[in-house]
């Protein structure tokens, strides 16, 4: 069992919807929860952490974690074209800290 | 400007060369890490260093060797030990070294092929 899993998509949505991504984790003693995207060829970029249960709202972007559940979300609201990319859960492994990375969710946004 | 920088951009060699890719930041931040990605996949963790003169292996250290001479400096060479080593080659840091969970940031990466 891989312990961050993603959807691996690609997950089209048309522009000005709210693209959901999710992530599962088998580690239940997690702490911090990382969303990055990533542009073709290019280096991830973070764009959200949360640390406790509930909502993170940051602008057009919300990241919800239910640790019960062992999962993370991430909602994009108002998709537009530029959020085409993939996005990467990053979780810390509760024995050292080091991040774990799902594979990443590719989002296409379509006008 | 505060970041990371990772060069060269692209990198190519032969089969049965060692080389060394560079990373350096100027945020002040005590860890540095180092990834692979191939594609379709998760990052996966070569190296990391918590404080100056002190790494760890992380997940697959084969094939390849750091060091952590100076707090902004987090070389990586990879070896002809390696089997595989084309890939995309990700430094991170982060400001923490005590505990890893801040959160990390990335340089603009390597990509290196080797043939």
């Known amino acids: 069992q891989k312990e961050v899993e993603q959807n691996s998509g690609p997950l089209s949505v048309p522009e000005g919807a709210i693209a959901s991504l999710n992530c599962t984790y088998s580690?239940?003693?997690?702490?911090?929860f990382f969303w990055y995207r990533q542009y073709s060829g290019k280096s991830p970029e973070l764009i959200m952490f949360?640390?406790?249960?509930g909502d993170k709202e940051d602008g057009r972007f919300t990241a919800q974690l239910n640790k019960a559940s062992q999962y993370v979300s991430l909602l994009i609201r108002d998709s537009q074209p530029s959020d085409s990319a993939t996005y990467l859960c990053a979780v810390t492994n509760s024995n050292d800290y080091k991040l774990s990375f799902g594979a990443g969710t590719t989002v296409t946004v379509r006008a | 400007d505060g970041g990371i920088t990772q060069s060269p951009k692209y990198l190519f060699r032969k089969e049965g060369q060692n080389v060394t890719l560079s990373c350096e930041q100027n945020?002040?931040?005590?860890?540095m890490y180092w990834y692979r990605q191939d594609p379709g996949q998760g990052l996966r963790l070569i190296y990391y260093?918590?404080?100056?003169?002190?790494?760890q292996k992380g997940d697959i250290a084969e094939g390849y060797s750091v060091s952590r001479e100076k707090k902004e400096s987090f070389p990586l060479t990879v070896t002809s030990a390696q089997k595989n080593p084309t890939a995309f080659y990700l430094c991170?840091?982060?400001?923490?070294?005590?505990?890893?969970?801040?959160?990390?940031?990335f340089g603009p990466g390597t990509r290196l092929t080797v043939t």
């Open positions: 945020l002040n931040h005590d860890a």
């Open positions: 260093s918590q404080i100056v003169n002190d790494f």
């Open positions: 991170a840091s982060s400001i923490d070294g005590e505990r890893l969970s801040y959160e990390q940031y």
């Open positions: 949360i640390y406790s249960n």
């Open positions: 580690d239940r003693g997690s702490q911090s």
